[in-house]
């Protein structure tokens, strides 16, 4: 699901309940989920000032690991990044100086990634982003059979959900 607070736009369409002090809670009408092999893809359109940044988080529940296991994660999801330059940026490759670091190593540990993207350095804007979510080892699809939901947060100053095409042209 793509929400954004910024304007109306919106994939999973949230309804805000406002309960109390606060933003109260969203509630989501769409689930997405992927499997082995899946590749889920958004397209968005964004614009920033100075010191501005796209942020794209992917997060999901996990199924519980084995204690005999290597590694706790079970089921391995990817995110990544393509911008309009072409520079893919993947998920939780950061570094303390620069988090558009671009390094092409996937996150194979963690069941929350985050990708954070300089605005103020595109030559044009706005521009557009193809997000990338990805099963890439799902074995245990845990709530949903063979494929792991997931929630996705994507961010910027301003932004505007477009049609998939739209990023592939």
């Given amino acids: 699901c793509v929400a954004s607070t910024s304007d109306s736009t919106s994939l999973c369409h949230p309804q805000v309940a406002a309960d109390g002090p606060g933003w109260g809670s969203v509630r989501v009408s769409q689930s997405r989920a992927v499997g082995d092999g899946d590749v889920d893809p958004f397209c968005v359109s ?36 393509i911008g309009p330059d072409g520079a893919v940026f993947y998920g939780n490759n950061l570094t303390s100086q620069d988090e ?24 044009t804007s706005p521009a557009k982003f193809l997000v990338r979510v990805k099963g890439f080892d799902v074995p245990d699809g845990y709530y949903d059979a063979d494929k792991q939901k997931y929630a996705l947060v994507i961010s910027a100053p301003s932004l505007n959900v477009l049609s998939v095409d739209e990023c592939l042209d």
Avoid: C
């Fill in 100 to 123: 558009s670091y671009h390094r092409v190593f996937r996150d194979q540990f963690n069941n929350a990634e985050q990708i954070r993207v300089p605005l103020d350095t595109l030559s």
């Fill in 46 to 81: 964004v614009s920033g000032s100075a010191g501005s940044f796209l942020w794209v988080t992917l997060v999901w529940t996990d199924p519980p690991g084995s204690l005999a296991a290597d590694r706790a994660l079970v089921n391995d999801l990817d995110l990544d990044v």
